[in-house]
């Protein structure tokens, strides 16, 4: 059954008879929309018809594509027809479903893309074809996107080799075309890909390719478009177990293998993929790579052999199955944590003072305005050792989970909050080097940390540096520094705020005027689980709580002050804050 309707009854509305004022209209088609899709010219290689929009049409078509998912296809043409695209109302008659199709028109084409809708899906998956000839994937990404009944299919407009024009979006020296949207962030196809992501809260943008035979000795290679590896369930790993399962259940040899499984080579995992480095956190997808992935994930890379995706529909049947059966419905509920709502601000892997399996901890801290209950959490090494631990975390609290109850021989400050359970006893956070992962009760990843040997000697622990506010839970050595607080013989400070004083940054305040005169506003940007207060000062020498203002808690948003402007000529003020959260 399929789920009820995302946008409400604005299609309905937008079918209505079009008033003149409007620009363009609906345009209303029916037919066998997986045949017709399967059918569409896509220009071949070399022929240069393919042309990035303006900035006028990427903001005409941006708006389009919004008023679409809001169900309001009348706005949507007045914007779409400026992108020089149609808007299409297309009933499918084998499904008896209704979609709706962003479509180029016939005139002026520098083909964009193609790219529909389906206002009432039933999966958060969002079906991408960046490379529909070059990699032979048309058929199967469209395949998926009707049996998934999957929200939006997003089409390459034209080969990835079409236009001569080149683009370097990863520094390789080995620059691609701009006509490849995989690595082409002016495109509408990139632009497509952010505008469906930002519109829902969850959705899952599946980019399907094809790989060369020799490329890679198993026959699908899952990622979440990062090479970074660890344990604990992930969509990225889960794929390949799943798609192995079935494999195994049918007698078929054929193989599939996830990047992000410890010890795999990450070279196909899609880590130059703007669309990917987009939904990961990139801040400039094309040049720079995302560190780590976001989880829970939101974006998939699938390299698939020619007996994967060629020939009849039964060679990808086990892809289908096994996407169908990880991601998730928009009305299932999700068991994972965010990473970054729990980082991990404090390691000490190698304690000089006492042995590893006494001294070694971790310390976390609760990134959010909420306890955290961490009954039966795992750690996690590379090796796949593990062990449990529980307990909870209050909002803003550092919480320190150690090898022992006794982390620095008796000498002050060495009682952990919790102390890790190893049955077998093999738990080690290894000198050499490791990656950790913390995963919850159900087996998904929270956090991580990934570090060479001894970055900086023994005895000395990893703290973050107070330069990284915004973590995503994923860090790894270049995201610490040496702690310099005394702790017995070695330099650590497991649950106090050493140098780090992580996550506080520089918090810039903006003045403007207030509803009423005399009134005026200061807003700032609040770090969730931290206490504001606004002081003032007439000539910075002292500084005094302005009265009458609540404490503000943060929430990761921006917070503001409304108060009377001040009588004196000139006053300063600072924010001040901590961590801990008023009863």
């Given amino acids: 059954m399929k789920a009820l309707s995302l946008f409400g009854l604005a299609i309905a509305c937008a079918l209505a ?29 070399d022929t240069s018809v393919f042309r990035l929009p303006t900035n006028d049409e990427s903001l005409a078509f941006r708006d389009a594509l919004q008023h679409v998912l809001e169900g309001d296809l009348v706005e949507a043409c007045d914007d779409a027809v400026l992108a020089n695209y149609d808007v299409v109302s297309y009933d499918d008659t084998v499904t008896s479903d209704n979609f709706t199709i962003l479509r180029e028109k016939n005139s002026d084409q520098y083909w964009g893309g193609l790219f529909v809708i ?56 080995t620059p691609y075309r701009i006509s490849d949207v995989a690595h ?16 829902f809260e969850r959705t899952v943008s599946l980019s399907f390719h094809g790989m060369a035979e020799d490329s890679d000795p198993t026959d699908v290679v899952v990622s979440n478009g990062t090479g970074h590896q660890f344990l604990g369930h992930s969509l990225s790993r889960d794929l390949a177990t799943r798609m192995n399962e079935i494999l195994a259940d049918a007698n078929d040899s054929r193989v599939a293998v996830s990047h992000q499984e410890p010890g795999e080579n990450p070279s196909l995992a899609g880590s130059t993929n703007t669309q990917g480095r987009a939904t990961n956190g990139s801040e400039i997808p094309c040049t720079v790579p995302a560190a780590t992935a976001i989880f829970p994930e939101r974006f998939i890379h699938l390299e698939c052999d020619p007996d994967v995706r060629s020939g009849d529909p039964s060679n990808w049947a086990f892809v289908i199955e096994a996407v169908t059966d990880l991601v998730p419905d928009f009305s299932d509920s999700t068991t994972a944590l965010p990473t970054g709502d729990l980082v991990i601000t404090e390691l000490m892997s190698n304690p000089g003072q006492v042995g590893d399996g006494t001294g070694e901890f971790l310390e976390l801290f609760n990134h959010t305005g909420a306890p955290i209950t961490i009954n039966n959490w795992t750690i996690a090494d590379r090796q796949g050792n593990a062990a449990t631990f529980s307990g909870v975390i209050q909002p803003g609290d550092l919480f320190v989970v150690g090898g022992s109850g006794d982390i620095n021989g008796g000498a002050e400050g060495g009682t952990p909050d919790a102390v890790w359970s190893d049955s077998i006893g093999t738990l080690f956070l290894t000198d050499t080097g490791d990656t950790i992962s913390i995963l919850n009760d159900s087996g998904y990843l929270v956090a991580s940390v990934t570090y060479g ?3 900086f000697g023994i005895g000395v622990a990893l703290e973050i540096d107070v330069a990284n506010a915004h973590l995503n839970g994923q860090t790894d050595e270049n995201d610490y520094v040496a702690s310099t607080t005394a702790f017995g013989a070695d330099l650590a400070s497991p649950g106090v705020r050493g140098e780090s004083q992580y996550p506080l940054h520089e918090t810039q305040l903006t003045f403007g005027p207030g509803n009423g005169d005399p009134d005026m506003v200061v807003e700032f940007a609040t770090s969730r689980a931290v206490t504001y207060r606004l002081w003032k000062s007439h000539n910075l020498a002292s500084a005094s709580l302005i009265g009458g203002l609540d404490p503000v808690i943060g929430d990761g948003n921006i917070a503001d002050y409304t108060f009377p402007i001040p009588v004196a000529t000139r006053e300063f003020y600072q924010l001040r804050y901590d961590y801990a959260a008023p009863e």
Avoid at 18 to 37: C, R, T
Avoid at 135 to 145: S, T
């Fill in 17 to 45: 008879p079009i008033n003149a004022a409007h620009a363009n209209s609906v345009i209303n088609e029916a037919g066998d929309l997986q045949q017709y899709l399967e059918s569409i010219f896509i220009p071949p290689a």
């Fill in 118 to 173: 389906d206002p009432t899906p039933e999966r958060t998956l969002v079906v991408e074809s960046p490379h529909p000839l070059f990699d032979g994937v048309r058929v199967p990404a469209i395949d998926l996107f009707f049996e998934a009944n999957a929200v939006a299919f997003l089409q390459a407009g034209t080969h990835r080799n079409n236009s001569l024009t080149e683009i370097n979006c990863d520094n390789s020296g």
């Fill in 184 to 199: 082409s962030p002016e495109s509408l196809f990139q632009i497509a890909h952010e505008v469906v992501e930002a519109h």
């Fill in 453 to 455: 040997e001894d970055p």
